[in-house]
T-cell receptor, first 112, second 115 residues
């Protein structure tokens, strides 16, 4: 499975966009990029995923570079409740069961 | 409400004791997973199951055992062979485990502490 690299921490002012980068330079053609977040002492929550096209849902947008070696998760209007650890994960689609490999993620602190 | 429940929220284990963590889901998912999380770390896969009466070891299965007798239940036993069991344990489920757009849904977790 491809490894991911994320900054350990970031700050964002409430109401501003939070842009969380992820490097996955060894990603393979059949690997999807997934984002989850974990609010303190809770289970992780799925946010969004994509293969090569940009994706948007009610929570966030995912921008994947053309060469697929990096991506950015965008929270358009961060609130205090978005304070969490954000995990970028690459998951292969092989038709068989595949695990999610969680790194240490980016700790996003949203401030007033 | 559909979802995943884990109990208890906190569990204390004495030396040499086996303890069982409960995980139940009513999402009609075929696949279920157990993860362990240590402070400041990501999640590590212990066991997973894609179908009733079948399960596979994950990355750190030693000292743990599971069963999958019912689709909605996937209990995890932390045995006395697990020498460092203090951690946050998370259960998850997904539709099949093999789909292209597979999303895992997580329970609230059980925090296990050794006395």
């Amino acid at each position: 499975d491809a490894k991911t690299t994320q900054p350990p921490s970031m700050d964002c002012a409430e109401g501003r966009a939070a842009n969380l980068p992820c490097n996955h330079s060894t990603i393979s053609g059949n690997e999807y990029v997934y984002w989850y977040r974990q609010i303190h002492s809770q289970g992780p929550q799925y946010i969004i995923h994509g293969l090569k096209n940009n994706e948007t849902n009610e929570m966030a947008s995912l921008i994947i570079t053309e060469d697929r070696k990096s991506s950015t998760l965008i929270l358009p209007h961060a609130t205090l409740r978005d304070t969490a650890v954000y995990y970028c994960i690459v998951r292969p689609y092989t038709g068989t069961a595949s695990k999610l490999t969680f790194g240490t993620g980016t700790r996003l602190q949203v401030t007033l | 409400d559909g979802g995943i429940t884990q109990s208890p929220k906190y569990l204390f284990r004495k030396e040499g004791q086996n303890v069982t963590l409960s995980c139940e889901q009513n999402l009609n998912h075929d696949a279920m997973y157990w993860y362990r999380q240590d402070p400041g770390q990501g999640l590590r896969l212990i066991y997973y199951s894609q179908i009733v009466n079948d399960f596979q070891k994950g990355d750190i299965a030693e000292g743990y055992s599971v069963s999958r007798e019912k689709k909605e239940s996937f209990p995890l036993t932390v045995t006395s062979a697990q020498k460092n069991p203090t951690a946050f344990y998370l259960c998850a489920s997904s539709t099949s485990g093999t789909g292209i757009h597979e999303t895992q849904y997580f329970g609230p977790g059980t925090r296990l502490l050794v006395l």
